[in-house]
């Protein structure tokens, strides 16, 4: 890797995943509408491929909001058919290197560094420059210290 890698990370991250979701932007929209009304700031954003009219979508915030996006989802399971799961105590790990624009191989690199490490990958986002990955607190350490590894 280059000498401009950053491996980062950001502990006590909540996921929420909204299965079942209707897959159109303005449902969307909605949503995290809804959510900056509560206050509360999201990072990691993915869908799923759609089936049909629906999707999953996921994102995630602090474990500080965590309360917070609790009442914001026991609302949204009352008012529509959206299954919701929210998983808290996790950890993001991310790779950043402004090189991976245009380096072909960077996220082989990454994911043969935790290929062995059976680790639990909860969601993975990606840009031009970065792959972040939410791994669970059980498996942060391992996960953490092979990509370290491979990135020396």
Do not use: C, W
């Amino acid at each position: 890797m280059s000498k401009t890698t950053v491996v980062s990370t950001v502990d006590n991250i909540t996921l929420v995943t909204l299965q079942g979701f209707p897959a159109n932007a303005d449902s969307i929209a909605k949503i995290f509408d809804a959510i900056s009304g509560y206050d509360i700031n999201i990072d990691m954003i993915s869908m799923a491929p759609t089936h049909g009219a629906l999707t999953g979508l996921s994102f995630t915030i602090s474990d500080n909001d965590l309360i917070d996006i609790l009442s914001f989802t026991s609302s949204l399971k009352k008012e529509t058919n959206v299954n919701v799961i929210v998983s808290s105590v996790n950890h993001k790990i991310s790779v950043y290197d402004p090189v991976m624009k245009n380096t072909p191989g960077i996220a082989a690199k990454v994911f043969n560094a935790i290929r062995t490490t059976d680790a639990d990958i909860r969601l993975i986002t990606t840009s031009e420059v970065e792959i972040s990955l939410l791994v669970t607190e059980a498996d942060f350490d391992t996960v953490y210290n092979a990509i370290v590894k491979a990135m020396e």
